[in-house]
């Protein structure tokens, strides 16, 4: 069974037919609110934490802090209680009561007494959906500013638990304990800046009625093993087609990630000025000329690949948009996979046209902005949201890149491997070559949300000793490792 992660109103939905059946709300917060202290306890005494400062809101996830609290303090940690304006729910002043019974000292407002050893956030939970005015602000930067091991209930406060996207501001954790069930807002965008390590407290069975918003795609692939008797011809043959006369080195990038995959054969179409440099490296790369190729030719060629990879490193002069004319309206008359990539993306957004199912697209922000003819802000504030528009707009398979790129076939997926050292020039060619390889080899055996997951392992492999200074270049040696 995948991974699966939900809308936050689906969500409070399934948690209001729970209580609807008779069970008690209050139950169930001192159910996650005792969970959680359980799972916390043997974390703090492993970092010898001996103060700690919850900070409770207004709602609900407030009423799990000031639980939370009265646990630990029975647990005979050094805990106060920072509180804002209490809500009026009967839940929430039990949950206060509670605390204040047990002896926790409770400060009105967020002035904090002392440095703490830990901060425990349970200002907002998954009900957030507006920007938080300056008083709230400026409570989430005064704990930012603590230097402390810090802890988020349910979803670390001020972020979106749909988006990821911050508002505008949120508080950055080292441990967030999501209560129920994921929300796609932890995994993807922003958000994984501000969560640290996630934790799910399940306490209720999902019900019939809670549809799944996205999956989490599975780090662990297994590809099929390759037969003692093979040779080149039954391992799929990749085309990459590219290459402007200024700028070889993208279709380069994508040709080796294709070979590194374990294709049998690589095609390059491209300016010739690249051909020596891509002997040079690669001699087991064949090539051609993109600007002397006849119909004829053109037709030969294609009869004898299984995957199309266009648009690297093409450019956007005259000269490229003649040549996206010509490879545009050959490849969508043809029964084969193709990748659009980088230029492409561009023409293809002057250009729009319902592409086939099988039409692999992978912009990134920038791209995604210009083929929805939008900013990239727009593109950033709601990364779903511009996935499935995308895909209603031109058809076709995508791949939105990014932190927690999000992956769309039927369903949608969410990539949670990677790093930040994979933000550089080249990674988007690499995984453009590693499709195109991979579905020459496995055509429906392999799913794009598992291609992008082994690109994002492979750049994780990479960044063991940092992420900084990761280069595109030496990927193929790390796909390498992670397809075997």
């Known amino acids: 069974m995948h991974q699966q992660v939900y809308h936050s109103a689906e969500i409070q939905a399934w948690e209001q037919r729970w209580f609807d059946q008779k069970n008690s709300s209050y139950g169930l917060m001192q159910q996650v609110a005792w969970h959680i202290s359980q799972r916390l306890i043997p974390i703090l005494l492993s970092k010898n934490i001996k103060t700690i400062a919850v900070c409770c809101g207004q709602g609900n996830n407030a009423g799990d802090g000031y639980l939370i609290a009265q646990y630990l ?32 000292p409770i400060y009105d407002g967020f002035e904090f007494q002392q440095l703490y050893d830990c901060y425990i956030d349970a200002l907002f939970g998954i009900g957030l959906s507006r920007n938080l005015d300056e008083f709230w602000q400026a409570i989430i930067y005064k704990i930012n500013q603590q230097d402390a091991f810090k802890v988020a209930i349910d979803i670390p406060s001020g972020l979106h638990p749909n988006t ?10 080292d441990m967030t304990y999501t209560i129920l069930a994921k929300k796609a807002g932890l995994y993807t965008g922003q958000g994984k800046e501000f969560v640290g390590t996630i934790e799910v407290v399940s306490l209720i069975p999902k019900d019939f009625e809670l549809p799944t918003f996205a999956h989490l795609s599975p780090k662990k692939i297994t590809l099929p093993r390759r037969k003692a008797d093979g040779h080149k011809g039954i391992y799929g043959h990749a085309l990459i087609v590219g290459g402007h006369q200024d700028m070889g080195g993208a279709i380069i990038m994508a040709a080796e990630a294709a070979f590194a995959t374990g294709v049998g054969k690589v095609t390059v179409v491209c300016h010739k000025n690249h051909h020596q440099a891509i002997l040079a490296r690669s001699p087991n790369i064949m090539l051609r000329d993109i600007d002397h190729l006849s119909a004829e030719q053109l037709h030969e060629l294609i009869s004898h690949i299984d995957v199309v990879a266009f648009g690297m490193g093409l450019g956007r002069d005259k000269w490229a948009e003649k040549h996206y ?7 969508s008359g043809i029964d084969k996979t193709v990748v659009f990539d980088a230029d492409a ?26 083929l929805l003819d939008v900013t990239t802000h727009d593109i950033e504030t709601d990364r779903t949201a511009t996935i499935q528009k995308l895909q209603q707009k031109y058809q076709g398979q995508w791949v939105l890149k990014g932190a927690g790129s999000l992956i769309l076939e039927k369903e949608l997926w969410i990539c949670t491997a990677g790093n930040a050292g994979m933000g550089t020039g080249g990674m988007g060619d690499i995984l453009s070559g590693m499709i195109a390889g991979l579905k020459a080899q496995f055509k429906d055996d392999i799913a794009l949300h598992e291609i992008v997951t082994l690109h994002a392992l492979a750049g994780d492999m990479l960044a063991k000793d940092g992420v900084r200074g990761l280069q595109a270049q030496h990927m193929p040696a790390a796909i390498y490792h992670v397809v075997n």
Do not use: M
């Open 325 to 331: 004319i010509q490879w545009f309206e050959y490849l």
């Open 73 to 104: 303090w029975e647990q005979h940690f050094t805990v106060d209680l920072y509180t804002a304006e209490r809500g009026h729910s009967l839940d929430l002043a039990k949950a206060y009561d509670a605390a204040v019974l047990s002896g926790v």
């Open 345 to 370: 993306l561009w023409f293809l957004a002057n250009r729009p046209v319902k592409l086939t199912f099988e039409t692999y697209l992978t912009p990134h922000p920038g791209e995604a902005a210009k």
């Open 164 to 173: 990821g996207q911050p508002l505008p501001c949120a508080i950055k954790v």
